[in-house]
């Protein structure tokens, strides 16, 4: 027998058992796709090379390894299988470069490694005797960018393949995956939550429960891309989840992927899916999340194992990420981020505040939707409370649907306040306007102002929010902030553009810096939330601030004053509509500023599908940032005195996201030189002068210049 895997209790699985199954695996999730033999085949090849006497040495005796990966993709090269190939070399060590015919065998890139030879490669012509290996074909696709977008997701078949397999034998079957409730089990229970709804007494409900019904209506729809653009209020989370319920039981389809901007808001849509269809089925994956169960009982704990796993490879029936989440495993080229992959295929993916698709990188992250929906069978819907103007990325032939009609009497309706430019505004003449309101937000551009604001507001009722806080000092503080809101009590809130998107509170004035106009229609949506009042006494004052705006977003400034001087009324959806086409065109070149699609279409410096290029280039948060642990909160306590013991692990690092503050680099070294922060790591810290952390405005930097945008 050759062996391909043992385990801890001296178990042995044959190499042939470990193919055929995974084989088995990779096939079904192919089929998804249309792509089911080929799938079979790559997971059939994958691991031919431990056929060799040298891997049998290796993990019978502990001997030297043997490359064992490009021995599938020689066999898959000699059967005109290319696409294959790559993804066989790289089910260890990530995608390969496709590389050139130039390359020699001492390149990592695919053709150099299929131009080795013995004693280079082993000898593991064995295999024939177990395996017959057959030509399946690739679809034709009329570009390289879909090629490379279709290599990615036959490569995450494997991989997920590959490990469950390996997980099964290694676990001798104890760890289960899946066990979820069926998406038509989960419509139900959204039927149940929504039924009172439906008595609605007052307008503002009614017109909530018309906008619900059209939703309900459309998922009876065909599979496509749609649109869904709901006014701040209107209830956008719910009607956004009843498509997507409806639209996946009517057409069979796997599971909801809710694709979030931020962080900072993405715990509440979360719970609200939980309240609607189980906590057991929703799967909150990003940087923060910690799967540490909320209690000790057994359920919780097996749920929170459960949805552990499926972070792993999204298997989960709902799934709520991040943007960034998404997309990087989109473009990523590691087996551990690609392995989700596959399970986008036949879902519904919602895409929330669309508007927020990062501008350096729209025209890549287009593309991914376009593929997603024309040749995976996804359903994809670009969700706003605006109209992002996103539909000429589209290639021409897809058509984007609105799902909820009449948009501009929508926006009538649901308008509860009024524009006002204010001109230029300091620091001082800001605190005095605000000192005049009971309640008031203002939102600005940089932390430094935020807090420079904040120290001349009177004591009384101030609060600050930025990210100089951790983010469980920031839930807190907003507890507390719609607690006085809602007893009316003097409240006067400080922060930068981390409230906006989905933050819900509800102010009677609001100030905002300038910024680009889908950020005022995001700051608007805090004032006047309820509709107690009416738009003419609900204003959102923007200003010109003394400061300089960042440089990240003086385009956006510059395109909100042009459509401001052509159109009256700056929220209306033509005004908004205006002003996403005049900076798309304006910034058309910027729109794929890595040249992702070109890298991919032509290759880069000779070299074709760059995987791993692209893959390191591929990052929607550029900016380096260092980590400091805030050790106030006894957890934290706990936490940083388990790292500083070096008792490191994925878990505990998660555990300790609630309790970390992001710094630039240069402002990590300052507080390590003066002996403020102890580095753990180059990249993380923990504050040991606790006087720098203040509970008003969160952590004291020396300085706070440079890169000063930073929500």
Not at 97 to 123: M, Y
Not at 473 to 502: D, W, Y
Request: hydrophobic share 35%; net charge negative.
């Amino acid at each position: 027998m050759y062996v391909g895997h043992t385990s801890e209790d001296g178990r042995e699985q044959s190499v042939i058992d470990h193919l055929k199954k995974t084989a088995q695996l990779a096939g079904d999730y192919a089929q998804a796709f249309g792509a089911g033999e080929l799938g079979y085949q790559i997971g059939l090849t994958h691991d031919i090379g431990k056929y060799s006497a040298e891997f049998q040495r290796h993990i019978l005796h502990n001997a030297p390894s043997a490359d064992h990966s490009t021995c599938g993709a020689k066999e898959l090269k000699n059967l005109n299988m290319l696409c294959a190939a790559i993804c066989v070399a790289g089910h260890h060590t990530g995608l390969p470069d496709f590389g050139n015919p130039r390359d020699t065998a001492e390149n990592s890139t695919l053709c150099g490694r299929l131009k080795r030879e013995p004693p280079t490669l082993p000898d593991y012509s064995e295999y024939l005797n177990e395996i017959s290996l057959k030509y399946a074909p690739s679809p034709r696709f009329g570009n390289n960018f879909d090629n490379s977008f279709f290599t990615r997701m036959l490569y995450s078949c494997l991989v997920d393949a590959d490990f469950l397999d390996t997980e099964a034998f290694m676990s001798n079957g104890v760890v289960q995956r899946g066990g979820y409730d069926h998406l038509d089990q989960l419509a139900s229970r959204l039927e149940v939550y929504i039924q009172p709804w439906w008595d609605a007494k007052s307008e503002l409900n009614k017109k909530r429960c018309e906008i619900l019904k059209s939703c309900l209506n459309a998922g009876k729809n065909a599979k496509g891309l749609y649109s869904l653009t709901v006014p701040t209020g209107g209830g956008k989370t719910v009607s956004s989840l009843a498509f997507a319920l409806l639209h996946a039981v009517e057409h069979k389809m796997s599971r909801i992927i809710y694709v979030i901007p931020y962080t900072s808001i993405i715990e509440q849509t979360a719970d609200v899916f939980r309240k609607i269809v189980g906590a057991e089925n929703v799967l909150e994956h990003h940087s923060n999340i910690s799967f540490d169960p909320k209690d000790d009982t057994e359920k919780s704990r097996n749920n929170l194992s459960k949805l552990r796993l499926s972070a792993e490879n999204w298997d989960a029936p709902v799934i709520v990420t991040t943007n960034v989440q998404f997309f990087e495993s989109l473009f990523a080229n590691k087996s551990s981020k690609c392995r989700k992959l596959h399970n986008l295929a036949n879902s519904v993916i919602i895409f929330d505040e669309a508007q927020m698709l990062p501008l350096p990188y729209l025209k890549p992250c287009v593309r991914a939707i376009a593929n997603l929906v024309q040749y995976y069978g996804a359903t994809a819907v670009l969700c706003t409370a605006t109209q992002p103007s996103l539909e000429k990325l589209f290639p021409a032939d897809m058509t984007v649907t609105e799902i909820c009609p009449n948009t501009s009497e929508m926006y009538e309706f649901f308008r509860r306040t009024s524009l006002r430019h204010i001109g230029k505004q300091s620091n001082g003449k800001l605190a005095e306007h605000m000192a005049q309101q009971e309640q008031a937000l203002t939102i600005v551009n940089s932390r430094k102002q935020a807090h420079e604001l904040f120290e001349l507001l009177p004591k009384e009722g101030r609060f600050h929010l930025s990210t100089l806080m951790t983010p469980l000092h920031r839930r807190k503080i907003l507890l507390e902030i719609r607690q006085r809101l809602k007893n009316g009590l003097p409240c006067r809130l400080v922060a930068t553009s981390l409230v906006e998107a989905g933050v819900d509170v509800d102010f009677p004035a609001v100030f905002r810096a300038e910024a680009g106009l889908d950020s005022i229609i995001q700051a608007a949506g805090r004032c006047n939330r309820e509709g107690k009042r009416t738009a003419e006494e609900s204003v959102v004052y923007i200003f010109e601030s003394e400061d300089k705006p960042p440089r990240l977003i003086e385009q956006n400034i510059k395109m909100m004053r042009e459509v401001a001087r052509r159109f009256s009324d700056l929220a209306s959806p033509q005004t908004i509509h205006n002003y996403f086409d005049t900076l798309h065109s304006f910034q058309d070149e910027n729109l794929d500023k890595k040249r992702i699609i070109d890298a991919f279409e032509h290759g880069r410096s000779g070299c074709l599908l760059p995987f791993a290029q692209v893959a390191s280039d591929f990052r929607l948060i550029e900016t380096e940032t260092k980590s400091v642990l805030i050790a106030i909160e006894e957890d934290a306590v706990k936490l940083a005195d388990e790292m500083q013991w070096g008792n490191w692990s994925r878990q505990l690092t998660r555990k300790a996201t609630q309790y970390i503050v992001n710094v630039y680099p240069q402002h990590f070294k300052a507080l390590v030189n003066t002996g403020a922060v102890s580095a753990l790591t180059e990249d993380m810290g923990i504050l040991k002068d606790l006087t720098l952390y203040s509970e008003h405005t969160g952590l004291s930097l020396n300085c706070d210049e440079g890169q000063s945008l930073f929500v």
